[in-house]
């Protein structure tokens, strides 16, 4: 791996009021990546953030940046410049001003601030707006002079808190493939903040997950959807099942365990566990049939139909097993003829290749 | 709402008594005010009464008073209020912006701190001014503790300058706290990460954007200031003099109404011309205030 | 690098910053110290009431037996009880026609019922001496038996007074919820009956504070008083500010110090009952 332009060390924050909205996180983020952090609201991400801008300080750790420790410097000491959650454009300022800010207040020439801004405006598609004060403009607009004025300013990295939480669905859309065009582009490291799973998974090309302050994974968003590591980033990235099991044995390479509904099953995995462990599939890795399947190896059982809900292109079927919890399973509705084709009340078999399983330690 | 033609008799019942009370009490003495300083003295066999008037001949009060010894007092009032309220204003916007980012424990007690003074008669406040500051005061006490003084510190346009600022302090930490407190903080963030220093911040962020609340505070400091008569009185000695104390010197002393009522409308003139202009700034910031 | 911050402090934590503390102890000195000498000096046994001697009544007893200056304060509360209450029921009446009324011209008479804040209070004072004099009221109301002797006073008071209550009262109208005015007439109650059931009530903390505030205000009012008080009557204020230009005296500090614990009693008081309005208001 390339030295990492922002490197997070061992970065705690706890608040006067004794909240730790940041527990002892280390995350490496290498040049040019579009980089997210994902996470239920109130997990930390934007403490985490602004701990990178400056505009927070750690209680504990480093945060590396272009390979100086930064923890401690002033924000406007600091190669990084951010888009707030909510814009924060300059009222009191025309477009232009706004996005020559950050180069007038920093001694850029005035014909280079002049020619920059013009630049930043166009890339942004403001160019006719520029002698617009921001409350004749919309949200939308606002939203790209608050990334041209960060822009502008070439900073190694761009930090951006929600930038899509504020736009409606059609905007949101085309700004997040504006965003992911803009960060090819300028080729600026992008860290982005959301707590959107298709948000982050459609635009990052790496991911952290973030619970209570602390990261649960760091990896590409295929990664995370076909290899969660935790029983959270499983349930929080996607629908998932999760299936409880008590531990019987562990070999150096393999668990056997008891499945709640499911018996005796046994997989492959290296990781350490403790009693009870999680089996996790994806519902649209689930088959149903009417008759007991007979291919040799699945892993199968017999429930009920509780209910059946369509959604034109796929069916969302819920069956019920004994002495476990209900499974969601989801089927394509490839033929034109009656949808899924299975009833409520009706019984039925499940089956999925053990391969399309995981098993879930923590 | 009502149209006050649905209940006529209620809409003039309500509004009926205090009405009258302003029109007879306020608004009639204040025409009365107006015909007087259009007025003279009477002249009867020869000599200038003491109770009798001429009304309404001419505008000869108003001339006399831009005579220049009277401008000059006046051009003196606006020059000591402006500074009283560019002083209360340095020392305000500090305070109402330490309070804003003060804890919020802290909060409602530095706020209580700060207008409870204004609670307590001006009066009383000035003469515990008085009781610092003359020249046998804790002032000059404690200097004499390290063998200076003692200084003449009372019965000057000092004096008079710090009382103002002294008295109308709250007047100006009241609105500055509440527009600063409004401000959206993450625009001084935004300026900050944009690279500008903490003091370009303040220049170029925080003034314009708290520019409603310097404009009300000035306004509301400077107004009174103008006014002012009992401080000037007490701590300004004979040369401290200001328009207030002149006009009161025409209708006690010097027993000329006709001119104390036209020095009297010469002020609120200005008081006027003050909140207009504050009308005018405050449309002109109007974008701002968002 | 030079330039660094506290760890676990952002750049925007000026609540801990020296300099603003520093500041902030230096002006809240310079606000209280003379008011906190004041105070303590009224209990000083030393009649030029520069060195502390000790603590001690006697300047308390003295303003007692000072009958000047006891006469002078019955007056000003004689005179703050009456104008409050006139000015609590004018504020009112103007607020509620305010608050319930829509008719032309309204913000001109709002601009109107304005102008007794922002005039010069010396303007107003000698616009009332010279309506006093010129109507004869002066002659005739100081010839007057106590209390009718402060009739012209009262007067005054209430007429700078009942815009305050106005406002204070208005700003509590506000929050009225209009359909409890309606369920109430709905449920057959006729509007006088609404009128005491409902709405007065609500206005209640409202017409409290501002009663309170009006109660202050006049009590304080000196420059109004001056000119509008005859020769032969003498407010609180009036008396102290005689006593002040002759020069400093333990006894004036005793009793402005009473004069203090009145107001700041009241004005805590009005605040509390404020207090409430703004989360009934939702
Ligand atoms: N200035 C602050 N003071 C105290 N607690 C804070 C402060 N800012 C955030 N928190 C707390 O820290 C936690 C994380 O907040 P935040 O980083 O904003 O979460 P997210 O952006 O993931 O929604 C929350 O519990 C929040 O209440
Ligand atoms: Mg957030």
């Known amino acids: 791996m390339t030295d990492p332009i922002v490197s997070i060390r061992g970065v705690s924050k706890k608040f006067p009021g004794g909240v730790i909205a940041v527990d002892d996180v280390n995350i490496d983020i290498a040049p040019n990546e579009f980089f997210a952090l994902l996470g239920p609201s109130g997990c930390g991400k934007t403490t985490l953030l602004r701990m990178i801008s400056g505009l927070e300080t750690p209680t504990d750790g480093q945060i590396i940046i272009g390979g100086q420790d930064m923890a401690l410097t002033p924000p406007n000491k600091r190669p990084t410049n951010m888009v707030f959650q909510s814009y924060a454009v300059f009222p009191h300022?025309?477009?232009?001003?706004?996005?020559?800010?950050?180069?007038?207040?920093?001694?850029?020439?005035?014909?280079?601030?002049?020619?920059?801004?013009?630049?930043?405006?166009?890339?942004?598609?403001?160019?006719?707006?520029?002698?617009?004060?921001?409350?004749?403009?919309?949200?939308?607009?606002?939203?790209?002079?608050?990334?041209?004025?960060?822009?502008?300013?070439?900073?190694?990295?761009?930090?951006?808190?929600?930038p899509l939480s504020a736009l409606d669905a059609k905007l949101r859309d085309d700004m997040r493939m504006e965003l992911t065009r803009l960060q090819e582009t300028v080729g600026i490291t992008f860290i982005i903040v959301t707590h959107d799973q298709?948000?982050?998974?459609?635009?990052?090309?790496?991911?952290?997950?973030?619970?209570?302050?602390?990261?649960?994974?760091?990896?590409?968003?295929?990664?995370?959807?076909?290899?969660?590591?935790?029983?959270?980033?499983?349930?929080?990235?996607?629908?998932?099942?999760?299936?409880?099991?008590?531990?019987?044995?562990?070999?150096?390479?393999?668990?056997?365990?008891?499945?709640?509904?499911?018996?005796?099953?046994?997989?492959?995995?290296?990781?350490?566990?403790?009693?009870?462990?999680?089996?996790?599939?994806?519902?649209?890795?689930?088959?149903?049939?009417?008759?007991e399947p007979k291919a040799?190896?699945?892993?199968?059982?017999?429930?009920?139909?509780?209910?059946?809900?369509?959604?034109?292109?796929?069916?969302?079927?819920?069956?019920?097993?004994?002495?476990?919890?209900?499974?969601?399973?989801?089927?394509?509705?490839?033929?034109?003829?009656?949808?899924?084709?299975?009833?409520?009340?009706q019984a039925i078999w499940v089956s999925w290749m053990p391969d399309d399983s995981l098993v879930l330690t923590e | 709402?009502?149209?006050?033609?649905?209940?006529?008799?209620?809409?003039?019942?309500?509004?009926?008594?205090?009405?009258?009370?302003?029109?007879?009490?306020?608004?009639?003495?204040?025409?009365?005010?107006?015909?007087?300083?259009?007025?003279?003295?009477?002249?009867?066999?020869?000599?200038?009464?003491?109770?009798?008037?001429?009304?309404?001949?001419?505008?000869?009060?108003?001339?006399?008073?831009?005579?220049?010894?009277y401008l000059t007092i006046i051009w003196k009032s606006i020059w000591v209020s402006a500074l009283a309220t560019v002083l209360c204003l340095l020392t305000a916007y500090p305070i109402a912006f330490g309070i804003c980012f003060a804890s919020e424990k802290w909060k409602p007690l530095l706020l209580l701190l700060v207008?409870?003074?204004?609670?307590?008669?001006?009066?009383?406040?000035?003469?515990?001014?008085?009781?610092?500051?003359?020249?046998?005061?804790?002032?000059?006490?404690?200097?004499?503790?390290?063998?200076?003084?003692?200084?003449?510190?009372?019965?000057?346009?000092?004096?008079?300058?710090?009382?103002?600022?002294?008295?109308?302090?709250?007047?100006?930490?009241?609105?500055?706290?509440?527009?600063?407190?409004?401000?959206?903080?993450?625009?001084?963030?935004?300026?900050?990460?944009?690279?500008?220093?903490?003091?370009?911040?303040?220049?170029?962020?925080?003034?314009?954007?708290?520019?409603p609340g310097i404009i009300t505070g000035v306004i509301l400091v400077f107004i009174p200031c103008l006014g002012s008569f009992l401080t000037p009185d007490l701590l300004g000695g004979a040369n401290a003099i200001m328009i207030g104390n002149v006009i009161e010197r025409q209708f006690?002393?010097?027993?000329?109404?006709?001119?104390?009522?036209?020095?009297?409308?010469?002020?609120?003139?200005?008081?006027?011309?003050?909140?207009?202009?504050?009308?005018?700034?405050?449309?002109?910031?109007a974008g701002v205030d968002v | 690098m030079a330039e660094q911050m506290k760890p676990g402090s952002g750049p925007l934590d000026y609540g801990n910053r020296l300099w603003l503390k520093i500041l902030f102890g230096v002006i809240f000195f310079m606000l209280y110290v003379p008011i906190i000498t004041l105070v303590a000096f009224s209990f000083n046994t030393d009649r030029r009431g520069i060195v502390w001697r000790g603590f001690t009544f006697d300047n308390y007893v003295k303003a007692w037996n000072n009958s000047s200056l006891i006469e002078a304060m019955i007056n000003?509360?004689?005179?703050?009880?009456?104008?409050?209450?006139?000015?609590?029921?004018?504020?009112?009446?103007?607020?509620?026609?305010?608050?319930?009324?829509?008719?032309?011209?309204?913000?001109?008479?709002?601009?109107?019922?304005?102008?007794?804040?922002?005039?010069?209070?010396?303007?107003?004072?000698?616009?009332?001496?010279?309506?006093?004099?010129?109507?004869?009221?002066?002659?005739?109301?100081v010839a007057m038996p106590w209390p009718l002797n402060l009739s012209n006073i009262i007067i005054a008071h209430v007429a700078f007074c009942f815009p305050f209550v106005a406002i204070v009262v208005r700003s509590r109208l506000v929050g009225f919820n209009r359909q409890l005015e309606e369920a109430s007439k709905d449920l057959g109650a006729s509007e006088w009956q609404t009128f005491w059931k409902v709405i007065v009530p609500f206005m209640m903390p409202g017409l409290v504070a501002g009663a309170l505030l009006a109660f202050t205000l006049s009590l304080d009012d000196?420059?109004?008083?001056?000119?509008?008080?005859?020769?032969?009557?003498?407010?609180?204020?009036?008396?102290?500010?005689?006593?002040?230009?002759?020069?400093?005296?333990?006894?004036?500090?005793?009793?402005?110090?009473?004069?203090?614990?009145?107001?700041?009693?009241?004005?805590?008081?009005?605040?509390?009952?404020?207090?409430?309005?703004?989360?009934?208001?939702?």
């Open chain 1, 296 to 345: 040799a190896g699945l892993i199968k059982v017999q429930g009920n139909v509780r209910d059946v809900a369509y959604y034109g292109d796929t069916s969302h079927i819920v069956v019920s097993i004994k002495g476990g919890p209900d499974l969601q399973v989801n089927v394509q509705n490839d033929s034109r003829t009656g949808g899924s084709g299975v009833e409520r009340g």
């Open chain 2, 115 to 211: 207008v409870l003074p204004f609670w307590i008669n001006l009066l009383i406040r000035t003469y515990a001014l008085i009781a610092v500051f003359r020249s046998q005061g804790y002032v000059n006490l404690a200097l004499g503790a390290v063998g200076l003084g003692p200084y003449d510190m009372l019965y000057n346009n000092f004096a008079v300058i710090f009382g103002l600022v002294y008295v109308y302090m709250p007047f100006m930490v009241l609105p500055l706290y509440a527009t600063i407190e409004r401000l959206d903080k993450s625009y001084l963030e935004a300026s900050l990460d944009l690279g500008a220093s903490q003091f370009t911040t303040f220049l170029k962020v925080t003034i314009p954007l708290t520019m």
């Open chain 1, 93 to 162: 300022m025309t477009v232009e001003e706004n996005v020559a800010y950050g180069l007038r207040v920093t001694g850029v020439p005035e014909d280079e601030t002049k020619r920059r801004t013009a630049e930043a405006l166009e890339m942004v598609k403001l160019s006719h707006l520029a002698k617009r004060k921001p409350d004749q403009m919309s949200g939308g607009q606002r939203q790209r002079v608050a990334l041209a004025r960060a822009l502008v300013k070439r900073p190694k990295v761009l930090l951006l808190d929600e």
């Open chain 2, 252 to 285: 006690k002393a010097a027993n000329d109404w006709p001119f104390g009522a036209a020095l009297s409308f010469m002020l609120m003139y200005a008081t006027f011309a003050a909140l207009m202009l504050r009308a005018f700034l405050a449309k002109r910031s």
């Open chain 3, 76 to 141: 000003s509360l004689m005179i703050a009880f009456i104008a409050t209450l006139i000015a609590t029921v004018l504020g009112a009446m103007v607020a509620l026609m305010l608050w319930r009324f829509r008719f032309p011209f309204k913000g001109a008479y709002e601009a109107f019922m304005g102008l007794p804040i922002v005039i010069p209070e010396i303007c107003m004072g000698v616009a009332l001496l010279l309506f006093f004099n010129e109507t004869g009221m002066m002659t005739a109301v």
């Open chain 3, 222 to 282: 000196f420059v109004i008083t001056f000119f509008t008080s005859g020769p032969e009557t003498v407010t609180f204020p009036v008396k102290v500010y005689s006593l002040v230009r002759r020069g400093v005296s333990p006894e004036i500090n005793a009793a402005s110090t009473v004069l203090i614990v009145i107001t700041v009693v009241a004005t805590v008081l009005a605040m509390k009952l404020q207090a409430p309005q703004k989360s009934g208001k939702g």
């Open chain 1, 198 to 291: 298709d948000e982050a998974l459609s635009m990052a090309s790496r991911i952290a997950v973030i619970d209570k302050g602390a990261v649960q994974q760091i990896a590409t968003p295929s990664e995370l959807y076909e290899q969660p590591a935790t029983r959270f980033v499983a349930d929080f990235i996607g629908k998932v099942n999760l299936i409880d099991a008590k531990v019987l044995s562990k070999k150096a390479k393999a668990i056997t365990c008891e499945a709640k509904g499911l018996g005796k099953l046994t997989f492959d995995t290296e990781k350490a566990c403790g009693d009870t462990v999680a089996v996790a599939v994806r519902p649209e890795k689930l088959k149903i049939s009417k008759a």
């Open chain 2, 1 to 69: 709402m009502d149209n006050w033609k649905d209940n006529r008799s209620v809409f003039w019942t309500l509004a009926g008594p205090g009405t009258f009370w302003l029109l007879v009490f306020f608004i009639l003495p204040l025409g009365f005010l107006f015909v007087m300083s259009f007025s003279d003295k009477a002249i009867i066999n020869g000599e200038v009464s003491i109770t009798e008037y001429d009304y309404l001949t001419g505008i000869s009060n108003y001339i006399r008073s831009v005579d220049t010894l």
